[in-house]
């Protein structure tokens, strides 16, 4: 098993930056991918970013240019910096980590963290 806590949710107002964490504890070994997703007022949970153990990212339009994702293998940590903030951007953030390149059913998630973006 694989546990996900995430941290460094806020309120921020349009056009600032926050920094999310995932810290991953339990058979950390069997991680390869780890990503962030945001459930929206709609309920549905998207891809925001995700990254590979050997570095390989990706985002969707939405974010390019305006997030990054980053990982330390060696503190099984994944971080999100958010810059130029949207009030779109508004949602709960969700760690997930899974052993395949890309996240899957049946992978691991965190219990999220709350961004609120203000216009």
């Known amino acids: 098993q694989v546990q996900l806590v995430e941290s460094g949710g806020g309120s921020v107002q349009a056009g600032g930056s926050l920094t999310l964490s995932c810290v991953a504890s339990?058979?950390?070994?069997?991680?390869?991918?780890m990503a962030w997703y945001r459930q929206g007022p709609g309920g549905q949970r998207d891809l925001v970013a995700s990254?590979?153990?050997?570095?390989?990212?990706n985002y969707p339009d939405s974010v390019k240019g305006r997030f990054t994702v980053s990982r330390n293998n060696a503190k099984n940590t994944v971080y999100l910096q958010m810059n130029t903030l949207k009030p779109d951007d508004t949602g709960v953030y969700y760690c997930?980590?899974?052993?395949?390149?890309?996240?899957?059913?049946?992978?691991?998630w965190g219990k999220g963290t709350l961004v609120t973006v203000s216009s």
């Open positions: 339990g058979n950390t070994f069997r991680i390869n991918a």
């Open positions: 990254i590979t153990r050997a570095g390989s990212t």
């Open positions: 997930a980590a899974g052993p395949l390149p890309i996240i899957g059913p049946g992978d691991y």
